[in-house]
């Protein structure tokens, strides 16, 4: 199969690209000086499916460039939508569990916007909080990880492995002709409180309020996913860094 892939350096990009290995793979991310806005026509012909994950990801950086983030993230992602529905090719983008709340930072709108974009033969997968290998040092779970974290609050998250991420994506990659839905939520189902993580992990931080555009719970319904097969392998409580880990039956799967 031939496959496109946005954003094939980042986190979840360079996790992807491994499992993909038996196919054929075309590239596109900026630290290969392969530019997203770049890719014309000629780039699809044969291409069985685009992944597009190329985005400006930091919700807080958002806030102090919001242009930058509405330029790539909104007009970048228009242009390459536009091309998969001239040449018929479906597009599986990344989406984020922040259209729940989009209209709170420019991140958020740039998510919603592409879901309001999105051309017939595509398929939005809102990601929770993600956490792996190669992660940004400024998200928080490497924060927790690298000792860095400055506070806590008390926030619910759905922290998903980036290996879970991959094998939903790749669910989508091999069903690309009997997609049901416009959207589905990727995560575990299971809602953590920051602060009973952080204090699990051994860490004496400070308990703040944190930011207004900051989502109380980003738990996702995870649901639809079930019904099609796909479930979650890892859990947060399962990682090397949490000292203090809870008791399994404290653990409700939303598909239990």
């Given at each position: 199969?031939?496959?496109?892939?946005?954003?094939?350096?980042?986190?979840?990009?360079?996790?992807?690209l491994k499992s993909l290995k038996d196919h054929n793979i075309s590239e596109w991310d900026l630290q290969i000086g392969n530019n997203i806005k770049d890719?014309?026509?000629?780039?699809?012909?044969?291409?069985?499916?685009?992944?597009?994950?190329?985005?400006?990801?930091?919700?807080?950086?958002?806030?102090?460039?919001?242009?930058?983030?509405?330029?790539?993230?909104?007009?970048?992602?228009?242009?390459?939508?536009?091309?998969?529905?001239?040449?018929?090719?479906?597009?599986?983008?990344?989406?984020?569990?922040?259209?729940?709340?989009?209209?709170?930072?420019?991140?958020?709108?740039?998510?919603?916007?592409?879901?309001?974009?999105?051309?017939?033969?595509?398929?939005?997968?809102?990601?929770?909080?993600?956490?792996?290998?190669?992660?940004?040092?400024?998200?928080?779970?490497?924060?927790?990880?690298?000792?860095?974290?400055?506070?806590?609050?008390?926030?619910?998250?759905?922290?998903?492995?980036?290996?879970?991420?991959?094998?939903?994506?790749?669910?989508?990659?091999?069903?690309?002709?009997?997609?049901?839905?416009?959207?589905?939520?990727?995560?575990?189902?299971?809602?953590?409180?920051?602060?009973?993580?952080?204090?699990?992990?051994?860490?004496?931080?400070?308990?703040?309020?944190?930011?207004?555009?900051?989502?109380?719970?980003?738990?996702?319904?995870?649901?639809?996913?079930?019904?099609?097969?796909?479930?979650?392998?890892?859990?947060?409580?399962?990682?090397?860094?949490?000292?203090?880990?809870?008791?399994?039956?404290?653990?409700?799967?939303?598909?239990?």
């Amino acid at each position: 199969m031939n496959i496109l892939v946005t954003g094939s350096k980042g986190l979840v990009g360079t996790h992807l690209l491994k499992s993909l290995k038996d196919h054929n793979i075309s590239e596109w991310d900026l630290q290969i000086g392969n530019n997203i806005k770049d890719i014309s026509p000629a780039n699809l012909e044969n291409v069985d499916v685009v992944v597009h994950l190329a985005a400006w990801a930091n919700v807080r950086e958002s806030i102090k460039d919001p242009h930058k983030y509405l330029v790539n993230n909104i007009e970048y992602t228009k242009d390459l939508f536009e091309l998969c529905k001239q040449k018929h090719v479906p597009i599986i983008y990344a989406s984020s569990s922040c259209v729940h709340n989009w209209s709170k930072t420019p991140y958020g709108i740039s998510k919603k916007m592409n879901e309001v974009m999105a051309p017939p033969k595509s398929v939005g997968l809102r990601f929770t909080t993600i956490y792996g290998d190669n992660a940004r040092e400024t998200m928080l779970i490497s924060k927790i990880k690298n000792k860095t974290l400055e506070y806590m609050t008390n926030h619910v998250r759905d922290f998903i492995h980036v290996e879970d991420v991959v094998s939903a994506i790749v669910h989508f990659i091999n069903t690309k002709d009997s997609w049901q839905a416009p959207t589905y939520e990727i995560g575990t189902g299971v809602g953590v409180s920051v602060k009973d993580l952080v204090e699990r992990c051994g860490m004496d931080v400070p308990l703040k309020q944190g930011e207004i555009f900051e989502a109380i719970n980003n738990t996702a319904n995870i649901l639809e996913m079930v019904k099609l097969g796909w479930y979650p392998k890892h859990s947060i409580w399962d990682q090397p860094f949490i000292v203090d880990k809870p008791e399994p039956e404290n653990i409700d799967f939303i598909y239990d």
